[in-house]
């Protein structure tokens, strides 16, 4: 069974190994996970297969963390990696005061340290001031899904956050 190599190209046209995986598919799909950039995989007997990373459109992200500090920097950090702009708020009334003057927004995150009945008492006003933003909940994983959201996403599951927004 050949292995499959993930290689980046650097702008010298060099090549920097990243990671292996056990087929084609697994590494296609781990390359469209990574940042714009141009990518090869190599494996024996196969041809090597060369990739491209556009830029994606920037969105604008806003995030309301719930005093969940650590995981919001986490995720700020994150979807700048993918070119984002990030706004962070700690709670209701300062996304309130901050989205006054924000016109567009095209995606909320709603963390998962309030109460049920505050997120979605937010979840209301958003959906009536941004009809057009997705809405994604921050759910613990023994926590039942907010229904009222576009899409929940377990607080801890980095690939789940990294696909829904490759996919976006």
Known sequence: MSQFDIFKVQPEGS???????????????????????????????????????????????????????????ARETLFRSFGHEVISVAHNDAAKRALA??????????????????????????????????????IPSATPQLLCTDYNVPQCDWAAWVSLFATS
Do not use: C
């Not at 990243?18 to 940042?35: D, H, N, Q, W, Y």
């Not at 003057?101 to 209301?124: C, N, R, W, Y």
């Open 101 to 138: 003057s924000i016109p567009i927004v095209d995606v909320f995150i709603l963390g998962h340290t309030a109460p049920e009945q505050t997120q979605k008492e937010m979840i209301d006003w958003l959906k009536a001031s941004f009809p057009k933003a997705k809405i994604v909940a921050l």
């Open 15 to 73: 090549l920097r190994w990243l990671a292996a995986a056990a087929s084609m598919e697994t590494a296609k799909g781990r390359v469209k996970r990574l940042p714009p950039g141009n990518y090869v995989i190599i494996a024996d007997q196969h041809p090597p297969k060369r990739i491209s990373i556009k830029l994606r459109a920037k969105q604008i992200v806003f995030q309301i963390g719930y005093d969940d500090d650590r995981g919001s920097i």
